[in-house]
């Protein structure tokens, strides 16, 4: 399985960007936004169910970024609304297949196994 991202790049406090990642695979999958600074660990951002109901966000983020899958695909897009020079970060999209339900607060610790490249995020 290979997650392909995409958006980015920089912005001033308060503005907006979009990330989107797609997964070359049909199976379904949780899937979630990681961030990680430099110096810091891995921290993660957001999380969606496998069929897009139910969502989870760091409370950092929370009423300023949404995450939000294609009906039907393994594609998914994090919006995000007031940025603010803390979330500076690489981002990176993550999946773990799984037809087992679990609900959106356990989407954080989910074992991921796949990973995509990354895509640089940056705030001033």
């Known amino acids: 399985v290979q997650l392909v991202e995409s958006g980015g790049g920089s912005a001033q406090a308060g503005g907006s960007l979009n990330l989107s990642c797609s997964a070359s695979?049909?199976?379904?999958?949780?899937m979630a936004w990681f961030r990680q600074a430099p110096g810091q660990k891995r921290e993660a951002v957001a999380a969606?169910?496998?069929?897009?109901?139910?969502?989870m966000y760091r409370d950092s983020v929370k009423g300023r970024f949404t995450i939000s899958r294609e009906s039907g695909k393994n594609t998914v897009h994090l919006q995000m609304n007031s940025l603010k020079p803390e979330d500076t970060a690489m981002y990176y999209c993550?999946?773990?297949?799984?037809?087992?339900?679990?609900?959106?607060?356990?989407?954080?610790?989910?074992?991921?196994?796949?990973w995509g490249q990354g895509t640089q995020v940056t705030v001033s």
């Open positions: 993550a999946a773990y297949p799984s037809s087992i339900y679990r609900s959106a607060s356990t989407c954080f610790t989910l074992p991921y196994n796949y």
């Open positions: 969606i169910t496998t069929g897009g109901s139910s969502t």
């Open positions: 695979a049909y199976a379904l999958m949780y």
